[in-house]
């Protein structure tokens, strides 16, 4: 089984500074990562995911996050954020060869000017 | 190019009425799922199907029912609705060729009184 832990459950941030949210993950098998992004009212959306290769994964809007296997991590990085970047953002993992997910409780960001 | 439809968008109930949600997918995909959103909680998988006429317990299967009689949809069933199923509901599917990338709905906004 596996288990995911995002380590803020809000994080307000001014416009143009960067931001980084924090995920955890626990796994007895390998797994693939994810990062989704859920605005108002909306479905979730794929930020970005790393499957296999280089640790640092590049994704859509200037995201990005690196997955540290050691420390069972994959936080999400952004250098400098937008007003639309004010969503929340769902860690994810999934086992190798597996059919279920696994979703974080969520990060809410809230941009300010 | 509709991707995932859910309907309803909004429904309020009455506790012990019974309600079917749909969710249609246009993507030819083979695996379908559910979801419940639940604040400070993340998306907790319901039910899930893994093809046509298939389907599968998740986390929090109690109180739901589901059925996949057609490739293209996947039907949550509330048999005799419970305050403690007011939620935002997720329908999500996936190819099994293309790895994990879940494509999600809008959302069904439940309320049970």
């Known amino acids: 089984a596996q288990s995911v832990t995002q380590l803020d459950s809000q994080v307000p941030v001014f416009e143009e500074a960067p931001v980084e949210l924090r995920c955890n993950y626990s796994?007895?098998?390998?797994?693939?990562l994810f990062w989704y992004v859920q605005y108002p009212n909306q479905g979730l959306q794929l930020l970005l995911k790393?499957?296999?290769?280089?640790?640092l994964v590049k994704g859509i809007n200037g995201f990005e996050a690196e997955f540290n296997k050691s420390q069972t991590s994959f936080h999400l990085r952004k250098p400098s954020v937008h007003i639309s970047d004010t969503a929340e953002y769902f860690c994810?993992?999934?086992?190798?060869?597996?059919?279920?997910?696994?979703f974080g409780a969520g990060t809410q960001v809230v941009v300010t000017p | 190019n509709a991707g995932v439809t859910q309907t309803p968008k909004f429904r309020v109930l009455k506790t012990g009425q019974s309600m079917t949600l749909l969710c249609a997918q246009d993507?030819?995909?083979?695996?379908m799922y559910w979801y419940r959103q639940d604040p400070g909680m993340g998306l907790r998988l319901i039910h899930y199907?893994?093809?046509?006429?298939?389907?599968a317990k998740g986390e929090v299967p109690d109180g739901y029912n589901v059925s996949r009689l057609k490739k293209q949809n996947f039907l949550l069933g509330l048999e005799s609705a419970a305050p403690s199923q007011t939620s935002v509901y997720f329908c999500?599917?996936?190819?099994?060729?293309?790895?994990?990338?879940?494509?999600f709905g809008a959302g069904t906004r439940l309320s049970v009184l």
């Open positions: 993507m030819n995909h083979e695996y």
């Open positions: 790393y499957l296999s290769g280089s640790t």
């Open positions: 999500a599917s996936r190819p099994d060729r293309e790895v994990y990338i879940q494509y």
């Open positions: 199907s893994v093809g046509e006429g298939t389907t």
């Open positions: 796994s007895s098998v390998s797994v693939y």
């Open positions: 994810a993992v999934g086992p190798v060869g597996g059919v279920k997910f696994q």
